[in-house]
């Protein structure tokens, strides 16, 4: 009975030892044996033409890195502005399966305002090629190129803003767009709290629309990196205003490694002003603030006043009858885009009349003005 015993111990261990051998032979260590070497550029000096943004507009290739054992190998192709690639920025990954790429002129375009190379200017861009396995492990770097590149204006997209929290509402065909300068498209509009909006390519539903990039947003729709804290994930479509009904300074930067959207409370966050008043060289005025003139008012926080403009004409619009914190004009300086901003965020508007009778309307809740011909 006691042999029986031992005899089934001595076969336990023996299995015991059997399972702990085979997870040993398991254990397999990977190691790097030779970097990826870029071996040619289509091309050593590229000057990108914008009217034809699909065109091929250079090809890299390089030798494949090496590993002490066959494995599935990433290759990611990183440009920078210094060849010390102190701030990399990646153009793109590739399977193991290729060894070469091409890129069109708008990816290169992109690539190199990315980077922040001055348009219409010839200047260095590196070029390296990083392997990796798996979740980015073991990555090795290799050789670095250049070419010149001479980029073109990047154009970035219009951005129209539409939904419930809106002052238009979820009327597409009214969608408010938004004063765009390069990357950043900004208004100072209507929000209001715990209400879903978006963004629109378009003033259609289709094809293009924008919301927060939230693993709850549609594929499609997913476009904004961060956002300001009183804008939340609403739903698929949509995003959510949390922040206190008012008027609010609304910034995009579509720049493509930021795409962000901030929305910050007005230096005037109020929009049913009792009264509007106009000043500067028109109808007789003068710049005189105490004779500012009385527009009328024809909705909440919207004025109309009908005179007639110069060539020259300048003017701004007044909360209150003198130069106080109530105080309207173009947006971010002087000109005429159509876009308020409050003190602080202005300039004089400016129209070049021919002596006849306009129509100059101000919408303080929706942060535009108009000058119309009668």
Known sequence: MKTNIINKITFAFIAILGLLSCDDREIITVDN????IVMDLSTNNLFLDQNFPDNP?????????????PTSVSYSIEVSKDEKFTTPSELGIVTESNRAVTYTVSQMNTAAQGIGLVANVPAKMYIRVKSYLGNKSLPSLSNVTSLMITPYKLVYPDFYLVGAASYVGWTASNAQLLYKVDNK??????????????????KDWNPINYSIDDSGTDAANKYFKSTSSNIVFGDHENMKFTGDTGIYKVVIDADKNT???NATLSSIPGFDIPQVYLVGNVAGNGWSAENAISMTKTGTGVFEYSTTLPADAEFKFLGQKSFGDLDWGNIQGAGNTGFLGPKGDNGNIKFVGDGGTYKITVNIKAGIYTVVKQ
């Open 33 to 36: 044996t030779s970097n990826p």
């Open 57 to 69: 507009a250079i090809t890299i290739s390089w030798k494949a890195a090496g590993y002490s054992v």
């Open 185 to 202: 498209s900004t208004i100072y509009t209507y929000l209001e709290k715990d209400q879903n909006f978006r963004f629109l390519g378009q």
């Open 259 to 261: 795409k962000s959207l």
